[in-house]
Structure formats: structure tokens, C-alpha cells
């Protein structure tokens, strides 16, 4: 089972990082770029072919490693 | 003061931790490896030291803060026991839970490698005894990734409660803008837990205790934490 842990800053917390992109970006001339934030994915294959216990796998990891709750939240997707 | 300094992968600071300690105490520091699962008997100190553990995979302290020798440092700092991390070792008791907030990316994005000046808060703790409040001391940096950061509430607890022990300021003891240099919420340098056992700072205290290291600013940490076990024995 293939799936996909995305991870992203919580508004409201600077992304120095995705400032430097936006502003590379601007520099660049690709238009109508408002602003970027920067985040992670994490594609994750599962031994579990049951989609609720791998949501829950998931979500442990994510929780336990995958994100940091105090700045991040993140989303699960189970792919296939 | 028996101390013990964790070690993990990536960890590169962990000697000139020992050496700090054993020339402020004396005494042989324990080096802990990461997959120990308790802490030599009668520890006063667990030291987390500077480096970069895990390379900073994921994010700076994140693997580091999970590993099995974590589980005895709560345990041990849960008890009251001291707990000092210093830069990666601050970044990891963030991660592991033992410290609020979170250290970000330098606010100017740059790996900022210098001495920068700190203000000691107040002296009335185990972690500045060795200092007057109000003192200025030089220390140097070197993380690409200190920016203290915690919500609006974390902060205001953080400051009423005067668990901000250290301070970024300017030689003169102004903290300010400028003196400011990754941009940590209240230019916040160091940090203690709601107890008062647990410290985390950014700059390198270790590496200023030796005439030969230009500037021994570092050693009233270290000379404090020892008295601090003379005065409890």
C-alpha cells in the first residue's frame, strides 16, 4: 500500500525559506507568484493492506517523528 | 559534580564539553552513547552537546530526541535531576518535549559562526549561579538553525515566570535589534523548563573556558553547577 504523509508549516510561523524561494522566484519573473511556503512530503509504502490500520500507522508516525505538532501539521493520504 | 555527556551520531562537540567539565569539576566526565538505556549511577549533569546529530536529517534534534537514552533523561530530569544542552543539544530538548518551542531556520538564513554577546537574566539559578545578574559575557555561535521560536503563550509564560536565563545583547548589555543576529523571539539565547533543571542555549559556553581560547566568559557556567553540588553535599 503506497501513501503519502504531507507536512507543512501552521500559519502564522515565519518560513525564512519559503521567503527565499518566493523572493527567487519574484527575481526569476514568474508571474503572479503571491507567496510560497515551504513543506515536506513524505511517500511511505506500507506492509498493511487494511486502509484504517495504515491511516493509523500513519498518523503515529507522523505524530511521533514526521511532523513537530508545536509548528507543523501534516496530512495523510493513503494512495492505493 | 559527576557528570555524563550523551553522545549520538553527528554529535562533534561532545569532547570540548568534557573538557570543560572535568577542568570545572575535576572530575572524569561519563560519555553516554546514544543506545544506552540508563545513566551511569550518581550523574549530577547529563550534558546533550552541540553538533549535528543525524546530519539534521528531517529536522535539527528530531532522530537525536528519540533515541532510547532520551527515555532515561526525562526520567532523570523528571526527578529534578540538571540537564544542560548546548546548541544541537538544545535543538534536541526541544524535540524531545524536556524544553517548549523550537529552534528555526536563522532569520537572515546564513550559518552564523562568530562570539556573540549574552546578558545573564538573574544568578539565583544552578545554570548562572557563577555569574552576576545583569553580566555581560562573550560566547561564541555556530548554528545555522537557533532561532528561538514558541507561541504567544509559551512566551509570556517563559518571561513571567524569568525562565529566560540568557539574552543575545549588544558588548554594552543592550538587547536589541541588531544584537539580535538569527532573529530568536526576544533575542532568547537560553532557556530553562518550568522547574528549573532543564537548560537549553544556543551559544558555546564549552569553548570559552581556556586563557588559550582568548576568552574564559564560559567558565561561571561550569564553576556554578559545581558549586551548586558542593553547596547540596
Same mark, same amino acid.
Given at each position: 500500500?503506497?501513501?503519502r504523509v504531507t507536512v507543512?508549516?501552521?500559519?502564522?510561523?515565519?518560513?525564512?525559506?519559503?521567503?527565499?524561494?518566493?523572493?527567487?522566484?519574484?527575481?526569476?519573473?514568474?508571474?503572479?507568484?503571491?507567496?510560497?511556503?515551504?513543506?515536506k512530503v513524505f511517500?511511505i509504502?506500507?506492509?498493511?493492506?487494511?486502509?484504517?490500520?495504515?491511516?493509523?500507522?500513519l498518523k503515529a508516525a507522523a505524530d511521533k517523528l514526521l511532523a513537530n505538532t508545536?509548528?507543523e501539521?501534516y496530512r495523510v493520504?493513503?494512495?492505493? | 559534580?559527576?557528570?555524563?555527556?550523551?553522545?549520538?551520531?553527528?554529535?562533534?562537540?561532545?569532547?570540548?564539553?568534557?573538557?570543560?567539565?572535568?577542568?570545572?569539576?575535576?572530575?572524569?566526565?561519563?560519555?553516554?552513547?546514544?543506545?544506552?538505556?540508563?545513566?551511569?549511577?550518581?550523574?549530577?549533569?547529563?550534558?546533550?552537546?552541540?553538533?549535528?546529530?543525524?546530519?539534521?536529517?528531517l529536522r535539527?534534534?528530531a532522530i537525536?530526541?528519540?533515541?532510547?537514552?532520551?527515555?532515561?533523561?526525562?526520567?532523570?530530569?523528571?526527578?529534578?535531576?540538571?540537564?544542560?544542552?548546548?546548541?544541537? +543539544?538544545?535543538?534536541?530538548?526541544?524535540?524531545?518535549?524536556?524544553?517548549?518551542?523550537?529552534?528555526?531556520?536563522?532569520?537572515?538564513?546564513?550559518?552564523?559562526?562568530?562570539?556573540?554577546?549574552?546578558?545573564?537574566?538573574?544568578? &539565583?539559578?544552578?545554570?548562572?549561579?557563577?555569574?552576576?545578574?545583569?553580566?555581560?559575557?562573550?560566547?561564541?555561535?555556530?548554528?545555522?538553525?537557533?532561532?528561538?521560536?514558541?507561541?504567544?503563550?509559551?512566551?509570556?509564560?517563559?518571561?513571567?515566570?524569568?525562565?529566560?536565563?540568557?539574552?543575545?545583547?549588544?558588548?554594552?548589555?543592550?538587547?536589541?535589534?541588531?544584537?539580535?543576529?538569527?532573529?530568536?523571539?526576544?533575542?532568547?539565547?537560553?532557556?530553562?523548563?518550568?522547574?528549573?533543571?532543564?537548560? +537549553?542555549?544556543?551559544?558555546?559556553?564549552?569553548?570559552?573556558?581556556?586563557?588559550?581560547?582568548?576568552?574564559? &566568559?564560559?567558565?561561571?557556567?561550569?564553576?556554578?553547577?559545581?558549586?551548586?553540588?558542593?553547596?547540596?553535599?
Open positions: 500500500m503506497k501513501a507543512t508549516l501552521k500559519s502564522g510561523i515565519l518560513d525564512p525559506q519559503g521567503k527565499a524561494i518566493e523572493g527567487a522566484l519574484k527575481s526569476l519573473g514568474v508571474d503572479g507568484i503571491a507567496s510560497v511556503r515551504q513543506g511517500d509504502e506500507l506492509a498493511a493492506t487494511d486502509k484504517a490500520k495504515a491511516e493509523a500507522a508545536v509548528i501539521n493520504e493513503v494512495l492505493s | 559534580m559527576k557528570s555524563a555527556v550523551l553522545v549520538f551520531p553527528g554529535i562533534n562537540r561532545e569532547r570540548d564539553m568534557a573538557r570543560a567539565l572535568k577542568l570545572a569539576s575535576g572530575n572524569e566526565t561519563a560519555m553516554v552513547w546514544h543506545a544506552e538505556t540508563a545513566l551511569p549511577k550518581g550523574t549530577d549533569l547529563v550534558v546533550v552537546p552541540g553538533g549535528f546529530s543525524y546530519g539534521d536529517y535539527c534534534g537525536a530526541a528519540r533515541a532510547p537514552v532520551m527515555d532515561a533523561v526525562r526520567d532523570f530530569a523528571a526527578k529534578g535531576g540538571l540537564v544542560l544542552g548546548v546548541c544541537n +543539544g538544545f535543538q534536541i530538548l526541544c524535540e524531545s518535549g524536556l524544553l517548549p518551542g523550537v529552534l528555526m531556520r536563522n532569520a537572515a538564513l546564513k550559518f552564523v559562526c562568530r562570539d556573540v554577546h549574552m546578558k545573564v537574566e538573574r544568578s &539565583d539559578t544552578p545554570f548562572t549561579r557563577g555569574y552576576n545578574a545583569g553580566q555581560v559575557i562573550r560566547v561564541p555561535v555556530a548554528h545555522g538553525e537557533g532561532n528561538y521560536e514558541a507561541d504567544e503563550e509559551t512566551l509570556k509564560r517563559l518571561e513571567g515566570d524569568g525562565r529566560v536565563l540568557y539574552r543575545y545583547c549588544s558588548p554594552e548589555g543592550v538587547v536589541d535589534e541588531a544584537s539580535n543576529f538569527n532573529g530568536a523571539a526576544h533575542s532568547i539565547a537560553g532557556i530553562v523548563n518550568e522547574h528549573g533543571n532543564v537548560l +537549553g542555549m544556543m551559544p558555546h559556553p564549552e569553548n570559552h573556558v581556556e586563557e588559550i581560547m582568548g576568552c574564559t &566568559d564560559g567558565r561561571g557556567l561550569f564553576a556554578g553547577l559545581v558549586q551548586q553540588f558542593e553547596k547540596a553535599a
